[in-house]
């Protein structure tokens, strides 16, 4: 189900969002539904926050594929990037946000699996976008010259 992307200003998006402790079918239709809220706004990343549940769970889908990321944490960060980002929950901006070049985290899948990967560039940009939100952090919070988006 497309779900509703929660806009700047709600106080959801400043939660510190909670542990997911069970591995059961309301994570997995929460999943799916943000998978189909990410597929539909075309976005390279949405986090439970952003759909109004303050849980620690992330979709990120760029090049490299599709992932779903629980309770996802940062093993180590390297490097730096800055590029230009922009989020869902903040419509019609984007802004310049240096970032780790490589990142691994450690995470869970929707049956509570362990695993962890290893990202780089746009794919290190998005994790280090998404877990932010989990903390309650936006990317408008660490940008710089905030700006209308192009389109
Ligand atoms: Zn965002």
Redesign the pocket.
Known sequence: MIREIVQVGDPVLREICKPVERFDGELSALLDDMKETLRDAEGA???AP?IGVPVRAVVVDVEEGYFEFVNPVFVWQKGEQTGSEG????RGKAGNVCRPSKVKILFRDRKGDRYSIVARDFFARAIC??LD?LDGI??TDKATGVRDAED
Request: with cysteine; aromatic share 8%; glycine share 8%.
């Open positions: 990343g949405l986090a952003q989020c869902l929950s903040v976008h998404e939100h936006l990317y």
